[in-house]
């Protein structure tokens, strides 16, 4: 089955721009429609971030609408997030994950991304 | 924007008891829209169930989803060790795109 793995910087400076990479394997990105991320703050619960159509479409959640971009790149087979103007408020560990069917099926592993100066 | 509640907040049983954990909605979510979610420390969220009442893929059958409109709840029937974690109920709203979790149940060891 599909294989997701997150990867990125750890610590991203205030203000700066948030930029991670979900590496899918064992699947072409074009065998699921939608691709997922989610975030978790240490000891809190999840918010979902947004989605991005393997054909390009994306759907934000409102809250973080106005500093997120999704991409997608079918040549190397991974989603990409991009979050900016960071503060403390957005250390969490994030998780990218298909999006299908209205639930999120297959999950990386996750990457906590800290954001202090 | 449709609020999910989940109670308890934490749920404390032995193995073998039988756990009910709700998920309250706001507003009435469609069951193709709602699924629920395992997390043990550590580790991301496994979906349990999809659409309600149907199990993913390799869920063993002592997890069963239920409910409709307002309400849902995600039973297990005769709880193992490997059961004790936290679980998020999520709900997909159309207008706009969106998706929420519930605050999460923490099911423990009693």
């Known amino acids: 089955q599909v294989q997701l793995q997150e990867s990125g910087p750890g610590l991203v400076e205030p203000s700066g721009t948030l930029s991670l990479t979900c590496a899918v394997s064992?699947?072409?990105?074009?065998?699921?429609?939608?691709w997922g991320w989610v975030r978790q703050p240490p000891g809190k619960g999840l918010e979902w971030i947004g989605a991005i159509y393997h054909g390009g479409s994306t759907n934000y959640n409102p809250s973080l609408k106005s500093r997120v971009t999704m991409s997608v790149d079918k040549s190397n087979n991974q989603v990409s997030l991009k979050l900016n103007s960071v503060t403390a408020a957005d250390t969490a560990v994030y998780y990218c994950?298909?999006?299908?069917?209205?639930?999120?099926?297959?999950w990386g592993q996750g990457t906590l991304v800290t954001v202090s100066s | 924007e449709i609020v999910l509640t989940q109670s308890p907040g934490t749920l404390s049983l032995s193995p073998g008891e039988r756990a009910t954990l709700s998920c309250r909605a706001s507003q009435s979510v469609g069951s193709s829209y709602l699924a629920w979610y395992q997390q043990k420390p550590g580790q991301a969220p496994r979906l349990l169930i999809y659409a309600a009442s149907s199990r993913a893929t390799g869920i063993p059958d002592r997890f069963s989803g239920s409910g409709s409109g307002t309400d849902f709840t995600l039973t297990i029937s005769s709880l193992e060790p490997e059961d004790f974690a936290v679980y998020y109920c999520q709900q997909y709203d159309t207008s706009p795109p969106v998706y929420t979790f519930g605050q999460g149940t923490k099911l423990e060891i009693k």
């Open positions: 994950a298909t999006n299908d069917n209205y639930c999120l099926e297959h």
């Open positions: 064992r699947a072409s990105i074009t065998t699921h429609s939608w």
